[in-house]
């Protein structure tokens, strides 16, 4: 079965730097891969989809990057503030393209101000 | 739309009881999937629906664990008989296609004395 891995369970990063978070993954090649914010007592909330014949995506200060040869998307927040603050899921889709989505387990980043 | 709507917000049990879990998803929508999110493992995908009718259970940990969409905007999860090591926050996911973004509840967070 498919493994997603994102390599940092925290993340502290000084305000007005760019936070790299890593998502990588076994045993597939996935259609597209999406990335989701949670943050404490709330549920996940949609920020970006890339598909597996785009190399990169950006919405406004986030960046998102998917190398299928190697197997990981790496996930960019230029500029970062305080309010960034929050945990960040990468999820893919089943191996079989089934239409669910499984989550790795996340990495809380922390801006300090 | 108000988004998918989860009840209760928390539920406190004791074991042996039976749980029951709510949710509304937004119209229109025509996935609907059950998470589980804990500390040691994470979002687990415990089953999702496609039109009403379950498409993928593989999820559910045991008999104990039953869902049901008796139509487009209800579903439950019930278990029982409920057991401590139930206690989660479990999550209702509603999605327009299944490939693209999963809008999240505000989650039930379970605890089962």
């Known amino acids: 079965s498919q493994k997603i891995e994102q390599n940092s369970e925290a993340l502290n990063i000084q305000e007005g730097k760019t936070a790299t978070l890593t998502c990588n993954y076994t045993?597939?090649?996935?259609?597209?891969l999406q990335w989701y914010r949670q943050d404490p007592g709330r549920g996940p909330v949609f920020l970006l989809l890339?598909?597996?014949?785009?190399k990169e995506k950006r919405k406004e200060r986030l960046k998102v990057t998917f190398d299928t040869t190697l197997k990981q998307s790496l996930f960019h927040i230029t500029a970062s503030q305080p309010a960034d603050s929050a945990t960040y899921l990468c999820?893919?889709?089943?191996?079989?393209?089934?239409?669910?989505?499984?989550f790795g387990t996340g990495t809380r980043l922390t801006v300090i101000p | 739309d108000a988004g998918v709507i989860q009840s209760p917000r928390h539920e406190v049990t004791e074991m042996g009881q039976e749980v029951t879990l709510r949710c509304k998803p937004i119209?229109?929508?025509?996935?609907l999937f059950w998470y589980r999110q804990t500390m040691m493992r994470g979002l687990e995908l415990l089953i999702y629906?496609?039109?009403?009718?379950?498409?993928?259970d593989s999820g559910m940990p045991e008999d104990r664990f039953s869902a049901k969409m008796p139509n487009a905007s209800f579903s439950t999860l019930k278990i029982q008989p409920s057991e401590p090591r139930d206690s989660a926050v479990y999550f209702c996911?509603?999605?327009?296609?299944?490939?693209?973004?999963?809008?999240f509840g505000q989650g039930t967070r379970l605890t089962v004395v």
């Open positions: 119209s229109g929508h025509d996935y």
């Open positions: 890339i598909r597996e014949n785009e």
């Open positions: 999820a893919l889709p089943d191996q079989t393209g089934a239409n669910n989505l499984f």
């Open positions: 629906f496609n039109n009403n009718v379950p498409i993928d």
């Open positions: 045993n597939y090649s996935p259609a597209y």
């Open positions: 996911a509603s999605s327009f296609d299944g490939y693209t973004e999963a809008f």
